[in-house]
């Protein structure tokens, strides 16, 4: 079964707001990362945080990692036209030897 | 760097015929991995593995054969193609063990139809 699950499914907002997407998981992890995908495209890292970080910026990108409650939040800042894709979040298991995958949150910027 | 390299980009297949897709990746990585995506589904890991001559199954490996003779390629077979095998296939690589761990890399996707 799949480790990650995302909230919402599907969010759209106007250019220059702020984009929040949530991440849930099962078990303990390594690190937890985050992924665009554009459409039709393969996925394309964004960002890691590490189980013992609890927050971290790359850009307009804000993730912040709540072990004890087993969740991760993305957020970009002042969205732009171009952040119009599916994000994934994914989990590094402790002891497995994979990433497990989210079902992904769909974002649609508004111009 | 080409990356992680996919082909065929689109297939169509008939019940039951068998095909090869094929990943290869000039990188250097390790981990290798395959991963089917239908909607709604997000990512599911076929296969995967960690270095030349070792495989290991994932969460939905039923249909699907890998082999991992070099550290380059890392091919996934249909042996006889079903329509719940029309998706979208994506092969991804990683330096496993090697800098922050298993940040993947992906090719653009292998799009898959089977009649």
């Known amino acids: 079964s799949q480790q990650g699950e995302e909230d919402p499914q599907a969010l759209s907002i106007q250019e220059g707001e702020n984009a929040t997407m949530n991440c849930s998981y099962k078990?303990?992890?390594?690190?937890l990362q985050w992924y665009r995908q554009n459409s039709g495209r393969g996925l394309v890292h964004l960002i890691l945080?590490?189980?013992?970080?609890r927050e971290k910026h790359s850009g307009r990108l804000r993730v912040t990692l709540d072990t004890s409650k087993k969740s991760s939040s993305l957020l970009i800042t002042a969205s732009r036209a171009a952040d119009t894709a599916s994000y994934f979040c994914?989990?590094?298991?402790?002891?497995?030897?994979?990433?497990?995958f989210g079902q992904g949150t769909r974002l649609t910027i508004n111009p | 760097n080409a990356g992680v390299t996919q082909t065929p980009k689109f297939q169509v297949l008939k019940t039951g015929q068998s095909m090869t897709l094929q990943c290869a990746q000039d990188m250097n990585h390790e981990y290798m991995s395959w991963y089917r995506q239908d909607p709604g589904m997000g990512l599911r890991l076929i296969h995967y593995s960690v270095g030349a001559g070792i495989t290991d199954q994932g969460e939905v490996p039923n249909g699907y054969n890998v082999s991992r003779s070099t550290t380059e390629d890392f091919p996934l077979r249909l042996l006889s193609a079903a329509p719940s095998q029309t998706s979208v296939y994506f092969c991804?690589?990683?330096?496993f063990g090697r800098g922050p761990k298993n940040i993947q890399y992906f090719g653009a996707g292998t799009r898959l139809s089977v009649l």
């Open positions: 078990t303990s992890i390594n690190n």
């Open positions: 991804a690589s990683s330096s």
């Open positions: 994914a989990t590094d298991e402790r002891g497995a030897q994979k990433l497990v």
């Open positions: 945080i590490r189980s013992n970080e």
